[in-house]
C-alpha cells in the first residue's frame, strides 16, 4: 500500500510539472504575440526595406569536429564561417607536428536573459482633425507624413559589436518569432484603409508608433588558438571573460496605433 501511494505522489508530481511546463510555454507565446493596435505595414510602406534574413550557419564536418573540442560554447556565426573556410589535411607525415595558429580574441556565444517587446518605442506620426466644429462623425486613417528611419543599436559600447548584434538578433528573433532589424524605415505617404471615428464636438489624435524588442544578456569573449600535436586538432579559448550587454531591435515594417479624442487641444 506504500508503495502505491509512493507511485501515485510521483506520477501527480510529473503531471504537475508538465502542466506548470507547458502553461509557461504558453504564457510566454503570449508575452511576444502582437496586440490588435500593431498592423503590419509591409504592403503599403512607400519604403522597400530589405527582408532581413540572418540563418544560422551550419558548421562543416571539419568545424563540427573542432568545436567539440572546445570547452567554451562556439556561436559566433563569423567565427564558424572562418572555420569552416579552413582546411588541415591529415597525414601519416604529421605525427613529430606541433604547433598552435592564434586566430585573434571573438566574441564567442550570447546568452538571453530577457527579451521583452516595447510596442511604443518611438512615436513616428500624429494625423489629427479638428472636429468641434462638426454635427457628425469624422472619418481618419493614417498617412504617414514624413519618412521616418527607426534604427536600434547596443545600449553600450562593446568590442567587436557587429558581431555581438548578429548574435542577439538571431537569439531576439528565434525566440519572438518577429521580423527583427537593427533598421527600419517608414517611407512618406505609406497608408493604412482602417479607419477612426473623430465624435462631432471633438478634436481626434491618430499616433503611430515603431515597435521594437529590448534583448538582455550576456555576451562571452576569449582568445581563441587552434592546436594541432601530431594528427589531433583542437580549439583552445584562453583569458574567457563576459559582459552583461543590452540592445533595442526595431520591427520591422510593423507600426503600433493609438486613437485619442479629446474636447481640448492636445
Do not use: C
Amino acid at each position: 500500500m506504500k508503495v502505491y501511494r509512493i507511485v501515485l505522489i510521483t506520477f501527480f508530481l510529473s503531471l504537475f510539472t508538465v502542466t506548470a511546463a507547458e502553461a509557461a510555454k504558453k504564457s510566454d507565446n503570449r508575452h511576444y504575440q502582437m496586440p490588435s493596435s500593431v498592423m503590419n505595414i509591409a504592403k503599403e510602406n512607400t519604403y522597400p526595406n530589405p527582408t532581413q534574413d540572418l540563418p544560422s550557419l551550419q558548421p562543416s564536418e571539419f568545424t563540427k569536429d573542432l568545436l567539440s573540442t572546445s570547452k567554451v560554447k562556439i556561436e559566433n556565426p563569423d567565427l564558424i564561417r572562418m572555420l569552416n573556410e579552413t582546411s588541415i589535411n591529415k597525414t601519416p607525415f604529421a605525427i613529430g607536428l606541433r604547433a598552435t595558429i592564434y586566430l585573434g580574441e571573438w566574441p564567442l556565444n550570447y546568452e538571453s536573459s530577457e527579451t521583452v517587446p516595447n510596442w511604443e518605442y518611438q512615436k513616428i506620426n500624429t494625423n489629427y482633425f479638428d472636429n468641434r466644429g462638426g454635427n457628425a462623425n469624422y472619418k481618419i486613417h493614417y498617412v504617414q507624413e514624413m519618412q521616418k528611419q527607426i534604427k536600434g543599436g547596443l545600449t553600450a559600447k562593446i568590442p567587436h559589436a557587429d558581431d555581438v548584434q548578429k548574435m542577439m538578433m538571431l537569439t531576439a528573433a528565434q525566440k519572438t518569432k518577429l521580423p527583427l532589424s537593427f533598421s527600419t524605415t517608414i517611407g512618406a505617404g505609406t497608408k493604412k484603409s482602417q479607419v477612426y471615428n473623430i465624435p462631432a464636438q471633438r478634436l481626434g489624435y491618430l499616433y503611430a508608433y515603431a515597435p521594437a524588442v529590448n534583448e538582455k544578456g550576456k555576451v562571452t569573449y576569449g582568445e581563441v588558438f587552434i592546436v594541432l600535436k601530431g594528427m589531433k586538432r583542437s580549439i583552445v579559448v584562453k583569458n574567457v571573460t563576459s559582459q552583461g550587454i543590452g540592445a533595442w531591435i526595431p520591427i520591422q515594417d510593423h507600426v503600433t496605433f493609438a486613437f485619442v479624442t479629446s474636447s481640448e487641444p492636445k
